[in-house]
């Protein structure tokens, strides 16, 4: 079983859709948990850190189930320029190692 | 602005050749760097950890011998690729994250293209 799993994709949705990411992970002592943006060709750059009591910005919403080990991310009123890879992030436990999951890739479509 | 920096961005080489890559965080220092890789529509794999000071660690499966990492100072990690072969075209990424927390953020470079003919 892999680390860090996610569906991946793609999903391609219209433009003002409301799209969900689903990603699970193994570890279950894992601390932090982070979603990443990564465009094609391009470096992650961070979306957003993912806590235990949901977080919201803007349209983006990411939540965290450390029971079913599940972390989530809720887009909303997609735009054309959500379209890219969502990649679900892990740290590990008691060190800065980041545990990646395969991705998740967007296209948004007009 | 970009807090961390990789040079060079891209890079053709001959095969058998070595590649030299740098890292730099750019205003902050690292005692810690991460260099990572990333085949085509693959997620980013974890190569080795960089440590100031200290030799790196290296992940499973990856050699040491091959790929050398240096961290030279608070705010420049090396990644060597010796003797370089077509599988090594990749693309690869540093990272360093900025404070001294397991749960702190990292910081990506901006990658380097590594084609080896």
């Known amino acids: 079983r892999k680390e860090v799993e996610q569906d991946p994709g793609p999903f391609n949705v219209p433009e003002g859709a409301t799209v969900a990411f689903n990603c699970t992970y193994s570890n279950s002592a894992s601390q932090s948990f982070f979603w990443y943006r990564q465009d094609c060709r391009k470096e992650p750059k961070l979306l957003m850190s993912v806590y235990s009591s949901g977080n919201e910005d803007g349209r983006f919403t990411a939540q965290l189930n450390r029971a079913s080990q599940y972390i989530s991310l809720l887009i909303r009123d997609s735009k054309l320029s959500d379209s890219a890879t969502y990649l679900c992030v892990v740290n590990d436990s008691g060190t800065y190692k980041y545990i990646f999951g395969t991705g998740t890739r967007l296209k948004v479509l007009a | 602005g970009a807090v961390v920096s990789q040079h060079p961005s891209r890079v053709i080489c001959k095969s058998g050749t070595s590649v030299k890559i740098e890292c730099r965080s750019l205003d902050f220092q690292a005692t810690t760097m991460f260099w990572y890789r990333q085949f085509p529509k693959q997620s980013l794999m974890l190569m080795a950890t960089s440590n100031e000071g200290s030799k790196a660690t290296y992940e499973q499966g990856v050699e040491k011998d091959k790929f050398l990492i240096n961290h030279a100072s608070l705010t420049l990690s090396t990644l060597t690729v010796t003797s370089a072969h077509p599988e090594d075209s990749s693309f690869y990424i540093c990272?360093?994250?900025?404070?001294?927390?397991?749960?702190?953020?990292?910081?990506f470079g901006p990658g380097t293209r590594l084609t080896v003919l």
């Open positions: 990272s360093a994250p900025r404070a001294a927390q397991s749960t702190d953020t990292q910081y």
